[in-house]
Nanobody
Framework: QVQLVESGGGLVQAGGSLRLSCTASGYTFSSYSVAWFRQAPGKERDFVASIRETGRGTMYSDPVKGRFTISRDNAKHMVFLQMNSLKPEDTAVYYC????????????????WGQGTQVTVSS
């Protein structure tokens, strides 16, 4: 069974930064595309960013473009989400997801999910 574990969430002030990590085990990590999604209470789980298995192709949702950066280190079986210039509206549970086929922006396109990590941005 594929396992994904997120870490790095926490409480930060508006304008601050956080780096989320997703650590994978149980599969050939370098063969999978990985995405970050986020979900605020009472709202849908929305796409944030994705990176292809080669690390060359990335995609970002409009609200985070220019502020967030996704990257990966296949040797360490890890994917990162660097979040800068954080805003209160970024507050959500952030989830790491992976799929053998390069995924899109919808959560049903991903087969494997982590447990989520809470990010809270205060004003």
């Amino acid at each position: 069974q594929v396992q994904l574990v997120e870490s790095g969430g926490g409480l930060v002030q508006a304008g601050g930064s956080l780096r989320l990590s997703c650590t994978a085990s149980g599969y050939t990590f370098s063969s999978y595309s990985v995405a970050w999604f986020r979900q605020a209470p009472g709202k849908e789980r929305d796409f944030v960013a994705s990176i292809r298995e080669t690390g060359r192709g990335t995609m970002y949702s409009d609200p985070v473009k220019g502020r967030f950066t996704i990257s990966r280190d296949n040797a360490k079986h890890m994917v990162f989400l660097q979040m800068n210039s954080l805003k209160p509206e970024d507050t959500a549970v952030y989830y790491c997801a992976a799929d053998k086929t390069p995924g899109g922006t919808l959560m049903y396109e991903y087969d494997y999910w982590g447990q989520g990590t809470q990010v809270t941005v205060s004003s």
